[in-house]
């Protein structure tokens, strides 16, 4: 899949329409398609991907995160996983588990493997074993487009916020965390940390720092921002985004 470096420098603006979305049907936040193999259409990968894909539509829900493999030759196996917001009803990670692939075998028609994000869920595949390895490579950026007014002190209130967050996501069963902040202006910083649940707690730490150390290249002075990979992200705002 897409190198860190080569899409680090592609940094995806995030309208005000878009953040302030509330339910799934939008558009995806962003997708990639592997540069491995391609497959054809009718072969045994393709098989192999379609029960991949209905096996993590039936198993997510339940408990917001799914992982499956498909096949028994270890250089012709499908592996997948689903990850929803930790936040979000089963019934909405449901939909989008359903709608995730469709949408991404659209855009990555024979791609052995492909990654795409949506608000409420991620679902990922590949033709090689990825479980319980942190994903460097798949990430991208997306950022309010408003600035405020103290960029240094909003800046370390974020930092402070989302290392909290952290902490309390890597020892959490669900790799989840979020909470809130106040600010001196009278104002409440929300976030939320996320990882997948493939990864060991303490790789769960390690790509969540390594996420938030990319604050000042994505959403410097921001008033909200989101760092997003394959293994993990983090999401703040000015305003209530989290589900009750």
């Not at 929300?190 to 720092?209: E, H, I, P, V, W």
Request: contains cysteine.
């Amino acid at each position: 899949m897409p190198s860190t470096k080569l899409f680090s420098t592609l940094l995806f603006s995030l309208t005000l329409s878009l953040f302030l979305q509330t339910s799934f049907g939008a558009d995806p936040l962003f997708h990639f398609c592997s540069n491995s193999q391609n497959f054809t259409s009718n072969s045994p990968y393709e098989s192999k991907l379609k029960t991949l894909i209905t096996s993590l539509i039936y198993k997510t829900p339940s408990t917001g995160f799914g992982v499956a493999s498909v096949g028994q030759d270890q250089n012709q196996k499908a592996y997948g996983l689903a990850l929803c917001r930790g936040d979000v009803s089963a019934s909405d990670c449901k939909t989008c588990v359903s709608e995730a692939p469709k949408e991404i075998l659209d855009r990555c028609p024979y791609n052995k493997g492909a990654i795409i994000w949506y608000d409420y869920c991620m679902f990922k595949y590949l033709d090689s074993d990825f479980f319980g390895q942190i994903d460097y490579s798949n990430r991208f950026y997306m950022w309010n487009l408003n600035n405020v007014s103290d960029p240094a002190s909003f800046n370390y209130k974020t930092r402070e916020l989302l290392s909290q967050l952290a902490q309390k996501a890597y020892v959490n069963n669900k790799l989840y965390a979020s909470g809130e902040l106040k600010l001196e202006n009278s104002e409440t910083l929300y976030g939320l940390t996320q990882c997948t649940r493939d990864l060991s707690s303490d790789d769960c730490k390690k790509c969540l720092d390594d996420a938030i150390n990319e604050l000042p290249n994505c959403c410097d002075g921001k008033e909200g921002g989101r760092v997003v990979s394959g293994s993990c992200n983090f999401r703040y705002e000015i305003y209530p985004f989290v589900k009750e």
